[in-house]
């Protein structure tokens, strides 16, 4: 089992940034493919991103360009990285965990993030 701590969350105003971070348990972090999803009132859960073991990374449409997924092995955490923020990126925003496979088989409780116009 993997537990997933997430924080980093807040208010922001259109335009600025925030850094969410997710903390990860385990011995074998750095072989974890670690992702995000994101939830805003009323929608469905949405990707937002991953990154591979190796460092390769994938983004919705909607944040390329504006959020980047990183990793600190040593840490065993993962962050994203978010510029530009939209009103549009109100949410809540889980942190995921998997063997590298892309089936998000470890979910946080999730960092709310608003973004004030």
């Known amino acids: 089992q993997v537990r997933l701590v997430e924080s980093g969350g807040g208010l922001v105003q259109a335009g600025g940034s925030l850094r969410l971070s997710c903390a990860a348990s385990g011995r074998t972090f750095a072989s974890y493919g670690m992702g995000w999803f994101r939830q805003a009132p009323g929608k469905e859960r949405e990707f937002v991103g991953y990154?591979?073991?190796?460092?390769?990374?994938y983004y919705a449409d909607s944040v390329k360009g504006r959020f980047t997924i990183s990793r600190e092995n040593a840490k065993n955490t993962v962050f994203l990285q978010m510029n530009n923020l939209k009103p549009e990126d109100t949410a809540v925003y889980y942190c995921?965990?998997?063997?590298?496979?892309?089936?998000?088989?470890?979910w946080g409780q999730g960092t709310q993030v608003t973004v004030s116009s």
């Open positions: 990154i591979r073991s190796g460092g390769s990374t």
């Open positions: 995921v965990a998997d063997h590298g496979d892309r089936t998000y088989d470890y």
